[in-house]
């Protein structure tokens, strides 16, 4: 029987000079990935709560809820055992804290957070997440 993993994470937007802005992450030790913050759902959190949290640990910012974005799916190999899993997307916006203000705690999770251009989603590494940074900028414009 498959392993079942239940992850959120969150597209953190901001508006600055006239457009949206998302956080991006470089996970540690992968140079050339961009991603979404995201993580495993705890024990008796909700999938936005794990999002805001999440959000707040990988880049350093305090975000409110605006919206589901919905979940993407897919299996990854584990230690030769097959990982169904499921990542619940919310859309948030920026409150306080500052980008890349990250626990050094963390940093062994994630090497660096910047803003990108909502419009330069294309950029992510992984097709899910660009198809859902895409549903965060329709539902902003």
Known sequence: MARREFSAGGVAVRRMRGRWWFAAI????RPTVRALPKGIVDPGEQTVDTALREVFEETGLRCRHLASLGSIRY??????ERVFKVVSFH???????????IQPAMRREVASARW???????SLSYKGERE??????ELLD
């Not at 470089?26 to 030790?29: Q, R, T, V």
């Not at 299996?75 to 030769?80: L, M, Q, S």
């Not at 859902?132 to 900028?137: L, P």
């Open 91 to 101: 859309l948030v916006q920026h409150t306080g804290g500052r980008v890349g203000d």
């Open 75 to 80: 299996v990854y190999t584990w230690a030769g």
């Open 26 to 29: 470089e996970p540690a030790g």
């Open 116 to 122: 990108l251009p909502l419009d330069a989603a294309a």
């Open 132 to 137: 859902v940074a895409e549903r965060a900028r």
